[in-house]
């Protein structure tokens, strides 16, 4: 809770802040009983430091093969359980049966318009990140130029149609969203299923972020990575070009993760000396070679003058451990906070990143105990229709605790199914009804 309060400068919706700190354990839980692998996140939330392993981030646990191994897990739980799902099946529209009281959900499969009648529907279909024209209308001018880290399908149509068809009512920060640092030459419009995350850049807290004007932008140390990552892309689409470098030498180096920096997934700027290192970056984009230069020099002697000052401290990464930038000799005008080490020792890497969009904060209000979609006129409970996942706002403002995301679906997406569940059981007394999860 108080890391949402911090990332979220306090304005989560209390109730579904509420819910999502009481539920998460159980709901973990549940999944893992539901044959979702989950194991120790050895390589991306921990660092071995003097001999011991240490979770630094309070996320410790993460599924197997990430993103790809979640998805099978859920499609072979699914199918145990005797789930339909239909692919490539876009609902475009939702009506109420005049007569039953049944929901009708209009679908379309490639040409094909059909219709499911439904004794209950919960919507999971994303938020607008994948749309340029609503991004750059609630996030701002620039947001068009962002890339898309995941599915190219999350155009904000159902949050639409939600509010146009049904009168739920939109909650929540329309113009925050989470985005990271992520491989400028990675495909702006979707995600990749192979590399999936593996085009996100996390590893600044270890070096420094440097724009094409050759300046920093942020404090690359100012907290834990979980709580800045998801800030610093909106930081680096404000950048020129909406691009950066980052930048580390031969002593940090060996502690980036190997499936966001290897060769093989990122264009390595590798140089033995600082001058080489800029005269590369420029042929990839970098203008001002002076200012590039002047900034890791006066970092390198602001960093001295800490460590002169300061003999005993020692860097750990899996602390916030104060090596910083800021002595009473120096100070620069953006400060690095924590683990602030000298680049100075070749050879050095850069590699260059822009802004990559995760998701779209904003959203439709729900009833936190069930996920229930409210109406904006009347501020009541619409029938059988729940909303869970990105399409819910009013949980995120500004930033993000790492790892909130996916724990939102799983307890909301819970409770909504259970709710649902039991709404679509009470009309099937009636009649033959189906639930529809998108
Ligand atoms: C590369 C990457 C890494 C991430 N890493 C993490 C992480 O480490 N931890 C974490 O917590 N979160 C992470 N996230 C975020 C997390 O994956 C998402 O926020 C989460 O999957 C959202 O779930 P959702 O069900 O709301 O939407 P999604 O999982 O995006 O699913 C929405 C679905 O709706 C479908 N859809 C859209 N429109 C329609 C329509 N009209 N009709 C029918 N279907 C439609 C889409 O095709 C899509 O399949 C990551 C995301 C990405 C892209």
Not at 132 to 143: D, E, H, I, K, T
Not at 383 to 405: A, D, K
Request: proline share 4%.
């Amino acid at each position: 809770m108080a890391d949402l309060r911090k990332t979220c400068m306090g304005r989560s919706d209390p109730e579904l802040a509420n819910a999502l700190v009481a539920d998460s354990n159980s709901a973990v839980k549940w999944l893992a009983s539901e044959g979702i692998r989950f194991q120790l996140s050895f390589n991306r939330q921990a660092y071995e430091v003097d001999g011991r392993i240490k979770f630094w981030g309070g996320l410790s646990l993460k599924t197997q093969d990430g993103g790809k191994g979640l998805i099978a897990d859920y499609r072979a739980a699914a199918k145990r359980h005797g789930v339909r799902v239909a692919w490539s099946t876009a609902l475009s529209g939702i009506q109420t049966d005049a007569v039953d009281g049944s929901l009708i959900a209009s679908v379309k499969t490639n040409a094909q318009e059909n219709v499911i009648k439904a004794g209950a529907i919960v919507l999971a279909a994303g938020g607008f990140e994948s749309n340029a024209r609503m991004r750059s209308q609630f996030l701002g001018p620039g947001w068009d130029l962002a890339m898309v880290r995941g599915t190219p399908y999350n155009t904000g149509d159902v949050l639409e149609l939600g509010i146009q068809q049904l009168g739920a009512q939109p909650v929540g920060n329309w113009s925050g969203c989470h985005s990271v640092a992520w491989d400028a030459a990675a495909n702006p419009n979707t995600g990749d299923r192979v590399a999936s995350n593996e085009f996100t850049k996390s590893g600044y807290p270890l070096g420094l972020m440097i724009n094409v004007d050759g300046r920093r932008f942020v404090d690359e140390g100012i907290d834990m990575r979980n709580f800045t990552y998801a800030k610093f892309g909106r930081a680096i689409l404000q950048q020129p070009e909406q691009a950066a470098f980052q930048v580390w030498d031969s002593r940090t180096k060996p502690w980036l993760r190997p499936e966001e920096y290897r060769e093989e997934r990122v264009e390595h700027i590798s140089a033995d000396t600082l001058e080489e290192l800029v005269e590369k970056c420029a042929s990839c984009g970098l203008q001002n070679r002076e200012a590039f230069l002047h900034t890791l020099r006066e970092y390198n002697e602001a960093v001295y003058a800490h460590r002169r000052e300061n003999p005993s401290a020692t860097w750990d990464p899996a602390i916030k451990d104060g090596l910083s930038t800021q002595s009473s000799a120096k100070q620069l005008a953006l400060a690095k906070s924590n683990w602030a080490l000298p680049l100075d020792q070749g050879p050095y890497l850069a590699i260059k990143v822009t802004c990559g969009i995760t998701f779209t904060f904003g959203g439709l209000k729900v009833d936190a105990r069930n996920a229930q979609m409210i109406a904006s006129a009347t501020g009541q409970p619409i029938p059988g229709v729940y909303c869970v996942g990105e399409m819910m706002g009013g949980l995120f403002y500004s930033n993000y605790p790492g790892g909130s995301g996916l724990t939102s679906g799983a307890v909301f997406g819970r409770r909504a199914g259970k709710a649902a569940a039991a709404a679509a059981h009470k009309r099937g007394s009636r009649r033959e009804v189906h639930m529809i999860l998108l």
